[in-house]
């Protein structure tokens, strides 16, 4: 049964490889959705899938790639849409 769970990441996310990396590790982890930076300087993300390979995504979001400074992380489940592979907004 498929999970899906909207993220907003906050602090100093943009401009480190952010969106690049979580499409990466939701590739190995079967994880479909997206990733964009937002104009408030936050980035924003849907994931969908496995309740554990979600929830191993939005747990990478509170600490983000090297050199990312995390401060707070919203996430609120929604309901699957059947998404099928993981892209860059």
């Given at each position: ?35 964009r ?7 924003e ?20 790639p ?24």
């Open positions: 049964m498929a999970v899906r769970r909207r993220v907003v990441v906050h602090g100093r996310v943009q401009g480190v490889f952010f969106r690049d990396s979580t499409r990466r590790l939701a590739e190995q982890h079967g994880v479909a959705g997206w990733v930076n937002t104009r408030e300087g936050t980035v993300a849907v994931f969908e899938g496995a309740p554990e390979a979600v929830e191993l995504l939005v747990t990478y979001c509170s600490r983000g090297r050199g990312a400074e995390v401060v707070q992380v919203d996430a609120h489940d929604e309901e699957p849409e059947g998404l099928s592979g993981f892209s860059i907004r």
